[in-house]
């Protein structure tokens, strides 16, 4: 097939050497996980360079995740000498917001806008709200966010709203003064920056021509996922460019895995794929269908799963790989044994010399990372946790921020309401009112109104507003690390904290802003000296159609240079303005210190497209995964299920699955039913480590008695545990009682010399192995071996 085949293509299996080199046309590659596709993505970028049919300026990839786009630019840049800065490689909102840096004037947006993250987001919503007296129970903020993200997804602006009823005019009212309060403010949500570029390139032709002939190939990965307005905008590059012109010519290249859609909830339409077959008039369609990350352990047991599903285009899924560990199955009596045991897996699997970078535990929602957490402190493993509440997100940076963008513009509301009064300077709650009545009935931002304050008020506020144009001042021409290091002090912030008496890890997180400022100027590779990096190679905005320059727009270009159909003005981001952007769009992580080895913590959706080779799926519990939200229909349940495919075939090697008896979870104490997951896996797969008895008691009903969820906090649980109450019944054979002394039995209280006072929840092993887990009043649930431990019986 290929006779002197590119070094790029040694290695790949045939079906994906032909993704890798299909023609110049739109093509969808539909496979299942772990079968190459982003592989076969990065690989076919690297092969059209290196065969010298596009320049990188030519090539625009779309990953989910910022650390997907990392990963592609490191490993092109080891497949070939490239530079991967003049290629568009990005998440949606990465691209868009280049885009609209480029084109701010065309986007009517100042040239320093901020972005609101979805926290920020939800501040200026509920300050809208106030201020306009919206009934924050019949409309409570958090619903209002929702919608307008909603409307944004679907491309909507208010006056496109469909209106039936007084509750959505209320709200679409409430979406466009929202929408004026941004615009006035300088500043744009996630969905804007999507629907705001979408929209240039919709109604400026010059600009779309441009762009269409720029991006001879467009790929996106995970196309699954994309939502409607993520798939108009697509649309933009490849439609015909004018009116009676033929296609631009360009090629769209689109994997994707229909059984890994796992954002239906927040507008991905997997409906898109079939689309773009039909719309695209899309020729060559290629199936991978050898996985190549997992053991058949583990791609058994996610094949099996999905099965269950009854909505799939249809895919199979083989490996060579052999079948590798079982998966492993416990079934611990809390969640903090889960995370204990989790712990003690992972020191084993340490010891066994796999790094921890290599090991994951993944869970359904991030309000599960928190006991992991401490599990993991208390044994002294480093940890990442990823999609937690991110560095940026923390309060204190949040505020360090602020400042940093109310020197790039002083009209930005949201952060001189964060920081009017922060650290407190006086400036009270009636004061800040005075200031926003002013600046309401002027119709100008809080900053211009502040002289318009009289009294004691307007001296305070005088002094914040000078305090910042001081700042400004002093700060031009500085580095960005000095910039952040000024505004530390002159804010009061580091100060404010230092007596703050828990505020010593806020003064290190503060103190990591300056790191985290550092390596950002070294990874965007502009020196000490430099002040200002170009917005991008093709500077400000289009004032010019390419017709009106002479070019031949009828036909496609293959890699020339391209015109200059972008008159190169000098326009420049500061260092800082592109800082903060990297703060709104990055998902930094702190906990661990760069370098250090340790393992990974995130929620199954951030998991996506990601590898490791050993994967804790934790909390599968009915309620909790799948999701008490998801389970009342066909759609969520089975969305829920792709979710566990997902988790499933991150793991390479070894795969353990836990579920816990209790849980506290948002300060209940809840008593779930295992996962019925588990319930569709193959049997011969999986080891399950707790006494097979044990499950019998449960599917025998042991748990029914119990309303799951129902007992509050410190509530009684009004049935046995399963496993106990069949340890109770009868003795597992597998389990004998130890040959010891004692006539020890689970339900027993005992007395150890250290711990104190317990009971035994279980007992495990025979002989010298013989340990028996004991909870004990004072010191938690343990396990101890029984030819070690001395354990007296107590009377009842
Ligand atoms: P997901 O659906 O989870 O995103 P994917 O289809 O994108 O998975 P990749 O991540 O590209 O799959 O590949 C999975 C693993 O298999 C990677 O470690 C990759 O390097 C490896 N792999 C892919 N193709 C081959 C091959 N032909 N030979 C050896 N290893 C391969
Ligand atoms: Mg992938």
Redo the contacts with the bound molecule.
């Keep these: 097939l290929f006779e002197d085949p590119s070094p790029l293509l040694v290695?790949?299996?045939p079906e994906?050497a032909a993704a890798v080199t299909l023609p110049a046309e739109h093509a969808l590659i539909l496979?299942g996980?772990?079968?190459?596709?982003?592989?076969?993505l990065t690989t076919r970028i690297a092969w059209l360079l290196q065969s010298g049919q596009v320049s990188p300026g030519g090539i625009m990839a779309v990953t989910f995740t910022n650390k997907a786009a990392k990963e592609m630019m490191t490993r092109l840049t080891a497949m070939l000498p490239v530079n991967v800065r003049g290629m568009w490689i990005g998440t949606f909102h990465g691209l868009c917001n280049r885009f609209l840096r480029a084109h701010h004037q065309a986007a009517g947006l100042p040239a320093t806008f901020q972005i609101l993250d979805t926290q920020d987001q939800l501040s200026a919503i509920k300050r809208l709200c106030k201020q306009h007296n919206v009934d924050d129970e019949r409309f409570p903020p958090k619903q209002l966010q929702w919608f307008i993200s909603g409307c944004k997804e679907d491309g909507q602006r208010p006056r496109d709203v469909v209106v039936r009823d007084d509750e959505t005019r209320r709200k679409v009212e409430i979406y466009q003064l929202y929408e004026e309060q941004c615009q006035r403010e300088g500043v744009v949500d996630f969905g804007e920056l999507m629907l705001r570029s979408y929209e240039v390139l919709r109604d400026n032709d010059p600009v779309r021509v441009h762009y269409q002939r720029r991006f001879r190939h467009i790929l996106i990965d995970e196309f699954q996922d994309t939502n409607r307005l993520q798939y108009a905008w697509l649309k933009m590059f490849s439609a015909p460019p004018l009116e009676g012109l033929p296609p631009s010519g360009n090629a769209v290249f689109a994997v994707g895995?229909d059984d890994?859609s796992i954002y239906a909830f927040r507008g991905a339409r997997v409906g898109n794929m079939a689309d773009f077959v039909r719309e695209f008039q899309v020729r060559h369609q290629i199936k991978l269908e050898q996985n190549?990350?997992s053991c058949s352990n583990i791609l058994n047991a996610a094949n099996e799963l999905i099965g269950h599903n009854s909505r799939r285009l249809g895919k199979n899924l083989r490996t060579d790989a052999g079948a590798g560990e079982p998966v492993r199955v416990y079934e611990a009596p809390s969640d903090f044994d889960e995370a204990r045991w989790v712990v003690d897996e992972m020191k084993q699997l340490e010891r066994e010399g796999m790094a921890r970078s290599e090991m994951a535990v993944l869970y359904r929602s991030n309000a599960q990372s928190r006991v992991m957490e401490t599990a993991l402190f208390n044994a002294g493993m480093p940890y990442r946790v990823y999609g937690g509440l991110r560095f940026f997100e923390r309060a204190e940076i949040k505020h360090a921020l602020a400042y940093l963008r109310l020197l790039e513009n002083p009209h930005d509301d949201n952060s001189v309401l964060r920081v009017v009064n922060f650290p407190p300077r006086g400036i009270g709650a009636r004061s800040v009112e005075q200031l926003q009545d002013v600046a309401r009935a002027s119709g100008c931002s809080l900053h211009d109104a502040a002289s318009g304050v009289t009294g004691r008020a307007g001296t305070a506020i005088g002094h914040f507003v000078a305090l910042l144009d001081v700042m400004r001042e002093k700060t031009q021409g500085m580095t960005l690390k000095e910039i952040i290091e000024l505004v530390l002090d002159r804010s009061g912030l580091v100060e404010h904290f230092r007596q703050e008496r828990e505020g010593e890890d806020r003064v290190e997180n503060l103190e990591e802003l300056v790191n985290a400022a550092e390596s950002f100027v070294m990874q965007e590779g502009f020196g000490r000296d430099a002040v200002a990096l170009p917005v991008d190679e093709l500077g400000a905005p289009l004032t010019q159609s390419p017709a009106s320059q002479g070019l031949d727009m009828s036909q496609p270009l293959v890699d020339e240079p391209l015109p200059a159909v972008v008159p190169d003005t000098g326009e420049t981001l500061s260092p800082l303005a592109a800082f903060l952007t990297h703060a709104a769009l990055e998902s930094g992580d702190n906990q661990a210190q760069a370098g250090q080895d340790a393992v990974q913590l995130m929620t199954v959706h951030a998991a996506k497209?990601l590898?490791f080779h050993a994967v804790f799926i934790t909390g599968l519990e009915e309620g909790l995964f799948p999701h008490e939200n998801a389970m009342s229909d066909r759609d969520g349940l089975e969305e829920e299920r792709r979710l566990m495919y997902v988790a499933i075939?991150r793991a390479r090697q070894r795969l353990y699955l836990a579920h816990a008896q209790t849980r506290l979870l948002h300060g209940q104490t809840r008593y779930n039913l295992r996962s019925r997951f588990f319930d569709e896996l193959p049997e011969d797969a999986l080891k399950w480590l707790t006494p097979p008895q044990a499950r019998q008691g449960l599917s025998a009903g042991g748990w029914q008695g119990g309303g799951r969820g129902a007992a509050g906090a410190g509530a009684q649980p009004a049935w046995t545990p399963g496993w106990l109450a069949a340890a109770d019944r009868a003795p597992a054979p597998k389990a004998p009682e130890p040959d010891r002394g004692v006539d020890l039995r689970a339900g027993q209280k005992v007395f150890h010399n250290k711990f104190g006072e317990g009971k035994v929840l279980a007992i495990e092993g025979a002989g010298p192995d013989a340990r028996a887990q004991v909870s004990f009043n004072r010191h938690g649930v343990k396990w101890l071996a029984l030819s070690v431990a001395k354990l007296t019986p107590v009377d009842a």
Excluded: F, M, P
Excluded at 33 to 40: M, N
């Design positions: 290695g790949l299996n994906q496979a996980a772990g079968s190459g596709k982003t592989r076969v895995d890994q190549y990350r497209g590898e075939t």
